[in-house]
C-alpha cells in the first residue's frame, strides 16, 4: 500500500486529522499530507502513504494550487476568517456601493508576485513557536511579509456583501490573506466565509473521493488500485533517465552517473526522476555542472509500509 489519496477533506476537521484517519483505515505508520488546509476549508488534500509516497510530499507541496473562495466583506477578523473574532467594522456606506466592476479591479491589483503578511493564526514558525499558538496567548507574532505569487484571480460573482472568487497560486499562498487584504484596499473589511481548495497539482477535486469513502474502502481494502495513485504519478512533468543494471547500482550507492542524455542539453539543476530497467523509481536527481546527474534522494530497493 504505497502511493497517494485524492482526498474531498470535509469542513471542521484539520489536516492532521485527516492523516490520522487514514492511517487508522489503512494500518499504516507512515502517512502524511501536502499542503495544509484549515479546518473551516474543503476540497482537495493529497495523503501519502507508505515511505516511498511521503518521502515525495515535499515536491507536491511546491505545486500551484486553485481555490474558489467566498469572502465576506464588512468585517474584519483577527483569523482572516469565520471563525474568527470581529476585530474591525467596514463603513457600511461604502460596503452598500461596491459593485462587481470596483471589486473586480481592485482583485487585479493582486495578479503577479508580490509580498504577503500571513494571517496572525498560521503554521508558521518563528524561534520553534507557530504563530497560531502565540496569537491564542493573545500574544500574535509579527510575521514578516514573504514573497508569493497569484497566477490568475477572477470574480466569479458579487452579491449580499459576498464575493466568490477562483485563485490560482503558488506555494506559500494564503487566501484568507488575500481577503483580508482585499477588504482593506476596498475600505470594508473582509474575511474569508468559505474556501474549498479545487486542485494540488494534478490532484483536482473532480476525482477527489470523500474523506468517509477513503476510509472505507482502505479498511476493507477495496478498489485501492482506483483509489490510490503510484507515488511518482506527481512527477509527470519531469524528464525519466531509464538506468542500466550498472548505473541502477551505482545511484543506489549514492553515486553520480552519465547515461545518454535527455533530448538536447540539459540545464544546470534540472531535476528528473531515475528508474532501473525493471521500471521502479529509484533515485531522484539533479543535473550539474560536471554534466552528471548526482542523486539527491534515494529509495529503498524494497519498500515496505511502517
Not at 460573482?157 to 483580508?180: D, I, N, P, Q
Given at each position: 500500500?504505497?502511493?497517494?489519496?485524492?482526498?474531498?477533506?470535509?469542513?471542521?476537521?484539520?489536516?492532521?486529522?485527516?492523516?490520522?484517519?487514514?492511517?487508522?483505515a489503512a494500518s499504516v505508520k507512515r502517512v502524511?499530507?501536502?499542503?495544509?488546509?484549515?479546518?473551516?476549508?474543503?476540497?482537495?488534500?493529497?495523503?501519502?502513504?507508505?515511505?516511498?509516497?511521503?518521502?515525495?510530499?515535499?515536491?507536491?507541496?511546491?505545486?500551484?494550487?486553485?481555490?474558489?473562495?467566498?469572502?465576506?466583506?464588512?468585517?474584519?477578523?483577527?483569523?482572516?476568517?469565520?471563525?474568527?473574532?470581529?476585530?474591525?467594522?467596514?463603513?457600511?456606506?461604502?460596503?452598500?456601493?461596491?459593485?462587481?466592476?470596483?471589486?473586480?479591479?481592485?482583485?487585479?491589483?493582486?495578479?503577479?508576485?508580490?509580498?504577503q503578511f500571513p494571517p496572525a493564526y498560521s503554521?508558521?514558525?518563528?524561534?520553534?513557536?507557530?504563530?497560531?499558538?502565540?496569537?491564542?496567548?493573545?500574544?500574535?507574532?509579527?510575521?514578516?511579509?514573504?514573497?508569493?505569487?497569484?497566477?490568475?484571480?477572477?470574480?466569479?460573482?458579487?452579491?449580499?456583501?459576498?464575493?466568490?472568487?477562483?485563485?490560482?497560486?503558488?506555494?506559500?499562498?494564503?487566501?484568507?490573506?488575500?481577503?483580508?487584504?482585499?477588504?482593506?484596499?476596498?475600505?470594508?473589511?473582509?474575511?474569508?466565509?468559505?474556501?474549498?481548495?479545487?486542485?494540488?497539482?494534478?490532484?483536482?477535486?473532480?476525482?477527489?473521493?470523500?474523506?468517509?469513502?477513503?476510509?472505507?474502502?482502505?479498511?476493507?481494502?477495496?478498489?485501492?488500485?482506483?483509489?490510490?495513485?503510484?507515488?511518482?504519478?506527481?512527477?509527470?512533468?519531469?524528464?525519466?533517465?531509464?538506468?542500466?543494471?550498472?548505473?541502477?547500482?551505482?545511484?543506489?550507492?549514492?553515486?553520480?552517473?552519465?547515461?545518454?542524455?535527455?533530448?538536447?542539453?540539459?540545464?544546470?539543476?534540472?531535476?528528473?526522476?531515475?528508474?532501473?530497467?525493471?521500471?521502479?523509481?529509484?533515485?531522484?536527481?539533479?543535473?550539474?555542472?560536471?554534466?552528471?546527474?548526482?542523486?539527491?534522494?534515494?529509495?529503498?530497493?524494497?519498500?515496505?509500509?511502517?
Amino acid at each position: 500500500m504505497h502511493g497517494f489519496l485524492n482526498i474531498d477533506k470535509p469542513t471542521g476537521m484539520t489536516s492532521f486529522d485527516v492523516v490520522r484517519a487514514v492511517r487508522r483505515a489503512a494500518s499504516v505508520k507512515r502517512v502524511g499530507h501536502a499542503g495544509t488546509l484549515d479546518p473551516l476549508a474543503t476540497g482537495v488534500l493529497p495523503v501519502g502513504i507508505g515511505s516511498e509516497a511521503t518521502r515525495l510530499i515535499d515536491t507536491l507541496v511546491d505545486f500551484d494550487k486553485a481555490y474558489l473562495a467566498d469572502i465576506a466583506f464588512g468585517i474584519e477578523t483577527d483569523t482572516d476568517d469565520a471563525e474568527g473574532q470581529p476585530v474591525a467594522e467596514g463603513d457600511q456606506p461604502r460596503l452598500a456601493a461596491l459593485s462587481h466592476e470596483e471589486i473586480a479591479a481592485a482583485l487585479a491589483t493582486f495578479v503577479g508576485e508580490q509580498l504577503q503578511f500571513p494571517p496572525a493564526y498560521s503554521a508558521i514558525k518563528r524561534d520553534g513557536v507557530p504563530a497560531y499558538r502565540a496569537a491564542r496567548r493573545g500574544e500574535p507574532l509579527a510575521l514578516d511579509a514573504r514573497p508569493v505569487v497569484a497566477h490568475s484571480l477572477h470574480l466569479v460573482s458579487f452579491e449580499a456583501g459576498h464575493a466568490t472568487v477562483e485563485v490560482e497560486c503558488g506555494k506559500g499562498y494564503y487566501v484568507r490573506s488575500l481577503a483580508r487584504d482585499l477588504g482593506r484596499l476596498l475600505g470594508v473589511g473582509g474575511h474569508i466565509a468559505a474556501l474549498r481548495r479545487t486542485r494540488v497539482g494534478p490532484f483536482a477535486i473532480a476525482r477527489a473521493t470523500p474523506l468517509a469513502g477513503v476510509t472505507a474502502r482502505l479498511e476493507a481494502r477495496e478498489s485501492l488500485e482506483t483509489l490510490l495513485h503510484a507515488p511518482d504519478a506527481i512527477l509527470f512533468r519531469w524528464p525519466a533517465l531509464l538506468l542500466t543494471s550498472e548505473e541502477a547500482a551505482a545511484i543506489r550507492d549514492g553515486k553520480t552517473v552519465r547515461p545518454p542524455e535527455l533530448r538536447g542539453t540539459p540545464e544546470f539543476g534540472l531535476k528528473a526522476r531515475v528508474y532501473g530497467l525493471e521500471g521502479r523509481l529509484l533515485a531522484l536527481a539533479e543535473h550539474r555542472e560536471d554534466h552528471a546527474w548526482h542523486p539527491y534522494r534515494v529509495f529503498p530497493a524494497h519498500t515496505q509500509p511502517e
